[in-house]
């Protein structure tokens, strides 16, 4: 298997423009998550999904940032409007169970100018 | 106070050199994770354990649930050992991708 897929690896968009990242997970795994990681803050839970359905958004900063899971192999993350504060690496990672250990994906690096 | 410490921050080695790198977390957790990330971003999961000890080539690592406390040992260590070493939980009841991370080991191995 390839692995989590996340795509674009690299993204740099202008203040106010919508962004979506997107990921693949290892096919078979029913657990997908996002993580986002900062200097300041290092790596934070955004959201997980379980068999497609979101289970926890706690961590999702505003309402500027939304997940969807339409199906089992695909996953976005999108933000709207975007701000510099976004800038940030976005990882994606899946597990066969929520209770297996996880697998990441290369990370997408954003740029927000 | 932060729920998962790591402790050093920073860690410079001469190559050969055993390492520790330690955990401590206040939490009630059902695991430990040490993630390795490195220069490129990359994270790769190295262990997941809830007791005991586990091993995987130069990599050793303990847990004392008791002390909430972890340990992760590289033995002879190399230059490609250079990384982020971070050690996350998964708090008791929750998924293992939900997980509370530490901060990081900068971890450079000199040759």
């Known amino acids: 298997d390839a692995g989590v897929i996340q795509s674009p690896r690299h993204e740099v968009t202008e203040m106010g423009q919508e962004v979506t990242l997107r990921c693949k997970p290892i096919?078979?795994?029913?657990?997908l998550f996002w993580y986002r990681q900062t200097m300041m803050r290092g790596l934070e839970l955004l959201i997980y999904?379980?068999?497609?359905?979101?289970?926890?958004d706690s961590g999702m900063p505003e309402d500027r940032f939304s997940a969807k899971m339409p199906n089992a192999s695909f996953s976005t993350l999108k933000i709207q409007p975007s701000e510099p504060r976004d800038s940030a690496v976005y990882f994606c990672?899946?597990?066969?169970?929520?209770?297996?250990?996880?697998?990441f994906g290369q990370g997408t690096r954003l740029t927000v100018v | 106070k932060n729920e998962v410490e790591q402790s050093p921050q920073n860690l410079t080695a001469q190559e050969g050199e055993f390492i520790t790198i330690n955990c401590s977390y206040s939490?009630?957790?059902?695991?430990l994770h040490w993630l390795q990330q490195h220069p490129g971003g990359g994270i790769v999961s190295l262990f997941m354990?809830?007791?005991g000890k586990k091993k995987h080539g130069r990599l050793i690592a303990t847990i004392n649930i008791q002390e909430k406390h972890s340990s992760l040992h590289i033995t002879a260590s190399h230059p490609r050992d250079s990384a982020v070493y971070i050690c996350?939980?998964?708090?008791?009841?929750?998924?293992?991708?939900?997980?509370?991370f530490g901060k990081g080991t900068k971890l450079s191995v000199k040759p």
């Open positions: 990672a899946s597990s066969l169970q929520e209770n297996t250990e996880a697998f």
């Open positions: 096919s078979g795994h029913n657990s």
């Open positions: 999904f379980n068999n497609n359905v979101p289970i926890d």
């Open positions: 939490v009630g957790i059902s695991a």
């Open positions: 354990l809830s007791s």
């Open positions: 996350a939980v998964s708090s008791y009841g929750g998924s293992q991708g939900n997980l509370i």
